[in-house]
């Protein structure tokens, strides 16, 4: 009897760990008859998310990163036996030489709408794609960025993994964290007034309703002055920018062009001098693994809700 209730519980397990889960990607839903064993995660803040669920025994490697950014200490040890496949966006060569079986990435955060890599190019070759849920603007429609975005892609890679629990006891654990500082935040009054300046001098690189820093700047107590332009990260002109007169102005920090730089060039600029930010030296400064969704999120509406009091 013992010998007959051992096997039929060895089945159920084996029955579990090859139970077919299907998710929500973007407009496409993704069936896996099985965890994936060879994952690549494209961008810092997508491979962020991996580390974060406890996946890296199931990752064949990394890309995207060293070809724009650095990697923080905590970022290196995360990744420190894992390869960097590619500097910057994969090939389809790549991927396929790599044995991969997932590719975790989004639209312009790995793959451009029409290139050589996509869900459909990658498919005769069995890796499958889970699209970064902010992305999913690029080829169609969906609400305006919110945290929530954030959440649904870790608990969708939980179910896609095997490791619900942990996914689901993370993403509370973040929920707990946000409400701790949305609370001491208060009632009353108008919130601040934020620009985003991601890069650029001619025209300026920026967040718009549909990028994650939208989400990040109200949940902080503030409002992105551009949740009117109807993009997620795009090129306005500077025009614009002094219309809408900020009141802060959030640096994204990364690339050659450092946070203190972006800075100087507006302090500098006569035709922005008469920004309220600029006029009251409000600036405050987010890595771009905090403004991009990923685990730093909640980190960084803390950081932008001090700034907005003036902490």
Known sequence: ??????????????????????????????TFEAPPKAAVSNDVNLTEMMLALGLRDRMAGYTGISGWKTLDEEMRAGVAE??????????????????????????NYGMKVGGEVTP??????????????????????KPKASMQDMYNDLLNLGRIFGVEDTAYDLVAAYKLELDRITSSIGAGGKPRRVFVYDSGEDKPFTAGRYAMPTALIEAAGGVNVLDDFDKSWARVDWETVVD???????????????????RGFMKNNPAL???????????????????????????AVKKLAEAFRGD
């Open 244 to 262: 809408k007169n900020p009141e802060v102005v959030v640096i994204v920090n990364y690339g050659s062009v450092t946070a203190e730089q972006k």
């Open 1 to 30: 009897m013992n010998r007959l209730v051992l096997g039929l519980a060895a089945t159920l397990a084996a029955s579990s760990a090859v139970a077919q889960t299907t998710v929500q990607s973007c407009d496409r839903e993704v």
């Open 273 to 299: 001098a008469g920004i309220d930010a600029v006029k009251n030296d409000r600036f405050v400064t987010l890595d771009y693994v905090e403004a991009t969704p990923g685990p730093r999120n909640i980190r």
């Open 120 to 141: 459909e190019t990658l498919a005769p070759f069995g890796i499958k794609v889970y699209e970064l849920t902010e992305s999913c603007i690029h080829i169609g429609d």
């Open 82 to 107: 894992l390869p960097e496949l590619s500097e910057k966006y994969p090939s389809k060569e790549v991927l396929i030489g790599a044995d991969a079986d997932f590719y975790f990435a989004g639209w």
